[in-house]
């Protein structure tokens, strides 16, 4: 690799810095501790790059103390497969007396480039440095990190916007500009479940391109996070499962019956094989799959698993069925929301065959969530009503939240106190 062509790309980020972007405020908070590199992990797209960037900007006032690469730059290609110490050694030719400097670097998409885990450890065991890394693997959030960092990170999730950031985005970022704009806050919580999170999808005027950006988020998700990074060939399969995934949003569903599906399309494949893809899609920040909640590993297993997707606007463009299901849509909306805040998240059915939704927390400490688009109907918030109850009895929960789109009550049952929230309220 040229190691001018590196110092030209180090440079030209410089001066991207200096110039400075408006960015909109996430509610996201990364600190910096030495000797450990900040990795931010989500989906493609979500921002991670324009955060890292303003992150690093609104602390170094010296741009020429920060080097910033991105690995998915087509002029760094060939520098995937080769030794990226050669960053290092571009960065210090440049500025040979800052070796005895604190100097920012920052690696974008990093896990396009082999052997980077070695390159990042002895950076920070070498030179004076906080390293900031980006990817949309979520395996470097987890058992890659920790084997070949060897614990010298701390790890943060991005996902698109929440719909508070999404007000953010439009001006409204504080809670006395809120209460003030309420019209304005349900006109854009309209468009937000419509649209999602997506931060580029505020610059797109058109509903066609809107969809065809969202669509073509989710391609790449197949091309260059799993068929390149895994050697798959079989890309319409690969598709196929997506499309099966996704329109499964908000639903239960097994691997048998993701394979007798794909048996209809004529494909013919295995649950060793469905499994697994399942698993890549999840890598990749596309799809989150949640157990039932239970101690027994074998009841986890064999139970269908809910699946629910990043950003529900991306299921919305690769299945427009679901536009008619304003439910799928909610309850995936309160599903991202949580996980925002938590990993351990189940579904959970009472022993008389009762779901609810979402139960969060350890035992001794539950939190429970029902998701119902609409309460009015007396049958229908009755049966709601009873599977909370039922749940909190058996949980050993005293609260539990309902979210609607309409409907606000505090209700005070028996066992436990149950708050009926809008949505509009809750997310923010």
């Known amino acids: 690799m040229n190691l001018k062509t590196i110092q030209a790309i180090i440079l030209q980020n410089q001066k991207l810095l200096s110039e400075g972007e408006s960015v909109v405020q996430r509610t996201l908070r990364i600190e910096t ?6 990795v931010l992990i989500g989906i493609r797209r979500c921002g991670k790059s324009t955060y890292i960037r303003n992150l690093v900007s609104s602390e170094v006032d010296d741009k020429s103390l920060v080097c910033h690469i991105d690995f998915a730059d087509d002029r760094l290609v060939s520098l995937q497969t080769e030794e990226p110490a050669q960053i290092a050694d571009a960065y210090y030719q440049l500025y040979p007396d800052h070796h005895d400097k604190t100097v920012y670097f920052f690696f974008d998409e990093i896990q396009l480039v082999n052997d980077w885990a070695l390159f990042v450890n002895r950076l920070q065991n070498t030179e004076k440095c906080h390293v900031f890394i ?8 987890s058992w890659e990190l920790a084997t070949e960092l060897g614990g010298r990170t701390m790890s943060w999730e991005l ?3 929440s719909f508070k950031e999404y007000l953010f985005a439009h001006g409204l970022d504080s809670k006395i500009k809120m209460l003030s704009s309420i019209d304005k806050v349900h006109n854009i919580f309209s468009q937000y479940l419509k649209w999602g999170g997506f931060p580029e999808l505020l610059y797109i005027q058109s509903e066609n391109q809107k969809t065809r950006y969202l669509q073509n988020i989710a391609m790449d998700v197949i091309s260059r996070d799993i068929a390149m990074r895994y050697k798959i060939q079989d890309l ?3 598709h196929t499962l997506m499309l099966l995934l996704l329109g499964t949003m908000s639903r239960s569903i097994t691997v048998n019956k993701l394979k007798q599906k794909l048996s209809g399309m004529h494909y013919s494949t295995s649950n060793e094989w469905i499994s697994k893809y399942i698993r890549y899609f999840s890598d990749a920040y596309l799809i989150f799959p949640v157990e039932i909640l239970s101690p027994n590993i074998a009841v986890r297993s064999v ?3 809910k699946i629910y997707c990043v950003d529900h606007a991306l299921a919305l463009a690769c299945d427009f069925k679901l536009f008619n299901n304003m439910g799928a849509v909610l309850e995936n909306m309160v599903f991202v929301h949580l996980r925002r805040q938590t990993f351990d998240i189940h579904y959970y059915k ?9 139960v969060t927390g350890t035992e001794g400490n539950l939190s429970l969530y029902q998701v119902c688009v609409d309460l009015e109907d007396e049958d229908t918030k009755n049966r709601e009503l009873r599977a909370i109850k039922e749940a909190c ?3 050993q929960c005293q609260r539990a939240t309902v979210v609607t789109l309409q409907q606000t009550e505090t209700i005070h049952a028996e066992n436990c106190e149950i708050m009926i929230v809008k949505a509009v309220d809750w997310l923010v």
């Open 350 to 358: 009472t022993s008389n065959g009762h779901e609810i939704d979402f």
């Open 236 to 238: 319409p399969l690969l």
């Open 303 to 305: 139970n269908p698993k």
């Open 159 to 161: 996902f698109p916007y």
């Open 393 to 395: 009895i058996e949980l």
């Open 134 to 141: 980006t990817g949309s693997s979520a395996k470097m959030l």
């Open 33 to 38: 501790i030495p000797k450990k590199a900040a």
